[in-house]
């Protein structure tokens, strides 16, 4: 099963409003979860690190102001896009990292489609 | 500048036969590396890992082989079956508290019955 969730997985809203992803881990505590965007025929970007407890990290050219993370527990992050536009209509997948065993697995959630109208 | 490259676009394998899907990377602070396996509208799924201390991993009817000097990792499934037909995407990271991962661009594996 899903060890990696993701909410919502398909989401339409209006050019200008704001859109709340969350993205949970079910079977570990997570420190760190990662946030991605993946456009169509592209590899999946990193967008940003998300820090339990700390700001997030974000990659060059990703706005800060427009893509707010927020890492409120060990097995929450959530992606707000703020005041969205066509151009932000993606692929946004998060991923979270299993400090168990090798320490170095990395799931994925199942994505979430968003379209800007 | 793409640091982890994977150059053939797809791969196309009759049932049965083995799919060897290749990836190259330029950074050598990647000291780990996942294969995963992405249908469409879906999130990746996790396939296989191996670590930069090993040459050579393997689970089921995936193989990962590592060739560190030659910056390449390849992909072995035997053998191929239809459901293992999507995109495989691989990734590199380096090893530390974020582990943030790079991603190739994926190739599409198509495996005719």
């Known amino acids: 099963g899903a060890v990696v969730s993701q909410h919502p997985s398909w989401v339409i809203c209006k050019s200008g409003t704001s859109v709340k992803i969350e993205c949970r881990s079910l079977d570990f505590q997570a420190t760190t979860m990662f946030w991605y965007r993946q456009f169509p025929k592209q590899s999946l970007m990193l967008m940003a690190t998300?820090?339990?407890?700390?700001?997030?990290?974000?990659e060059q050219g990703v706005e800060k102001d427009k893509f707010l993370i927020n890492h409120a527990s060990l097995t929450l992050s959530t992606l707000t896009v703020t005041s969205a536009h066509p151009e932000d209509s993606s692929f946004y997948i998060c991923?979270?990292?299993?400090?168990?065993?090798?320490?170095?697995?990395?799931?994925f959630g199942e994505g979430s489609w968003l379209t800007v109208v | 500048d793409q640091q982890v490259k994977q150059n053939s676009p797809s791969l196309s394998v009759q049932e049965g036969r083995i799919s060897i899907l290749n990836c190259d990377y330029t950074?050598?602070?990647?000291?780990?590396f996942l294969w995963y396996k992405k249908y469409p509208a879906e999130g990746p799924t996790f396939l296989i890992s191996i670590s930069s201390i090993k040459d050579k991993n393997e689970d089921g009817r995936f193989t990962v082989f590592l060739n560190k000097s030659a910056k390449h990792l390849s992909l072995h499934i035997v053998p191929s079956q239809p459901g293992d037909s999507a995109v495989y995407f691989c990734a590199a990271g380096s090893t530390g508290a974020n582990s943030k991962l790079t991603f190739g661009k994926g190739i599409t594996l198509s495996v005719r019955p």
């Open positions: 950074n050598s602070m990647f000291d780990y």
């Open positions: 991923s979270a990292r299993d400090p168990g065993g090798s320490g170095n697995t990395i799931y």
């Open positions: 998300s820090n339990e407890g700390s700001k997030a990290t974000y």
